[in-house]
């Protein structure tokens, strides 16, 4: 299943909402009017509400031939926003999925390969962790979607029973050719001058078109070939609670010109891909992708388009700025357009400081590899001692716990100074711990920011 082609381009007619097919009118030659606000996706309605309900064709703009059509979605998933705070746009919500509740704010941990390296499914759910990022670019390529589907889908096949979330694959493609958002934020990435073109070099990618992705397989070298409508039956095969339509991400070095146009075709892609999700929903919510990269105006058209479709969620992606002030610039001027009935995600970015300045603007969830990547390589989180690196000769003899408050098992159960020991030997035991612990505190960091937007505080 690695290398798929294209779906054909021509609009479907039929629409699968919880399972069950209806058949729709031709959206050809529908009329355009816009967004509507009392049918959109998502948020907390009637009970007598639920179940599938046709709206009216709609033909919406911008797509160039890709027809969408107009639906409201069974109650499988919902968001409920419980508070909002007196002193911000922060607020205090639930998502409802067929896998459970997920509490907002809230942290996502990233399952690369479906599983969080160094730890159980159960330290995890006593961790408090209750959405779980993984890549289906990876799973794509190990051990493939045959397979996971085989075992009756990821839930099943990595034994979690709680929330999940997939990308579509396109992160990891435009990342490993042209550098993360963690990484511009951290200006590791600086270096990289594109010139208002993708480098060359070691890339993976091979070919853009309007199609999708051809690109080469980092474990084997094969071709692969991803479409919107591939990535979909991709995410399918998972399963997952919540998946992610096909776009590109462009570097933060990149022309206007070359920006427009690849946040055009990425809409067209967006497009494509819900249209391919709505002829099985089986379930799943599907969450459309703000882009733009730090173009204002660009940004702008991408909330207006992607907010006019009837996704279930919005997430915010693409290059967000070279550092935090930049980024929580953008941020500030994108979330107050975005429907508030509707959960917002914010993309790769979950490190602590950037938590403090995007909780207030109401962003509901937040995923990021680093507070477990950061764990692996000795590095803690700690509300007495601060974030600190246990491999350092300082922490040799401090025979105290990470963090007087956490009741993780490596605070309750062992020193800084043995974990540290763990690091000098090797033991993977110490990056287990380091690993969970991180865990720990993320979960509670963000039930204090939870409590403080209840009291409005934030």
Not at 177 to 189: D, F, I, P, R
Not at 395 to 402: E, K, T
Not at 417 to 433: D, Q, V
Request: aromatic fraction near 6%.
């Amino acid at each position: 299943m690695a290398e798929m082609t294209p779906a054909a381009l021509e609009p479907s007619n039929v629409a699968t909402i919880g399972g069950e097919p209806r058949r729709e009118p031709s959206l050809r030659g529908a009329s355009v009017d816009g967004r509507d606000d009392e049918h959109r996706c998502g948020g907390t309605r009637p009970e007598s509400q639920e179940g599938p309900v046709q709206e009216g064709p709609r033909l919406w703009p911008a797509t160039r031939g890709v027809d969408v059509p107009s639906v409201r979605r069974a109650r499988f998933f919902r968001f409920e926003v419980l508070h909002e705070s007196t002193k911000s746009r922060a607020r205090v919500g639930r998502i409802h999925t067929p896998h459970g509740v997920i509490d907002t704010p809230g942290f996502v941990p990233v399952g690369t390969n479906a599983a969080l390296k160094g730890v159980t499914q159960r330290e995890a759910d006593a961790a408090g962790v209750q959405l779980m990022f993984a890549n289906s670019y990876h799973l794509l390529l190990q051990p493939g979607p045959d397979v996971i589907a085989g075992a009756g889908g990821l839930h099943k096949y990595m034994n979690r029973t709680r929330p999940l979330i997939t990308d579509s694959g396109g992160f990891q493609v435009f990342s490993l050719a042209y550098g993360s958002v963690h990484e511009e934020l951290t200006m590791k990435g600086a270096g990289r001058s594109h010139g208002g073109k993708y480098r060359d070099g070691p890339s993976t990618v091979a070919k853009i078109s309007e199609d999708g992705v051809d690109f080469k397989s980092y474990r084997d070298g094969r071709k692969v070939t991803l479409t919107p409508e591939s990535s979909v039956q991709i995410q399918k095969a998972y399963g997952a609670d919540i998946i992610i339509p096909f776009d590109e991400l462009p570097p933060y070095h990149i022309t206007p010109e070359a920006l427009a146009l690849s946040v055009k075709r990425t809409h067209r892609w967006e497009a494509r891909s819900l249209r391919e999700h709505l002829k099985n929903v089986q379930k799943q919510a599907m969450y459309g992708v703000i882009h733009g990269g730090v173009d204002y105006d660009l940004r702008k058209q991408s909330v207006e388009y992607i907010a006019s479709l009837p996704f279930d969620g919005h997430a915010i992606g693409g290059s967000i700025g070279k550092n935090r002030d930049e980024m929580l610039e953008l941020l500030t001027y994108v979330t107050p357009q975005l429907p508030r009935e509707k959960p917002i995600h914010l993309l790769g970015i979950a490190d602590e400081p950037s938590l403090h300045g995007c909780v207030p603007l109401g962003i509901d969830t937040f995923d990021s590899c680093y507070p477990t990547r950061a764990g692996r390589h000795g590095t803690v989180f700690s509300k007495t001692l601060g974030r600190i690196q246990v491999t350092k000769g300082k922490f040799a003899s401090h025979h105290g716990p990470i963090d007087e408050s956490c009741s993780c098992p490596a605070c309750k159960e062992h020193s800084v100074s043995y974990i540290h020991h763990l690091f000098k030997a090797h033991e993977p035991t110490g990056m287990m711990l380091a690993t969970l612990h991180n865990l720990y505190y993320m979960t509670s960091l963000m039930e204090s920011f939870r409590a403080d937007i209840l009291a409005n505080k934030i």
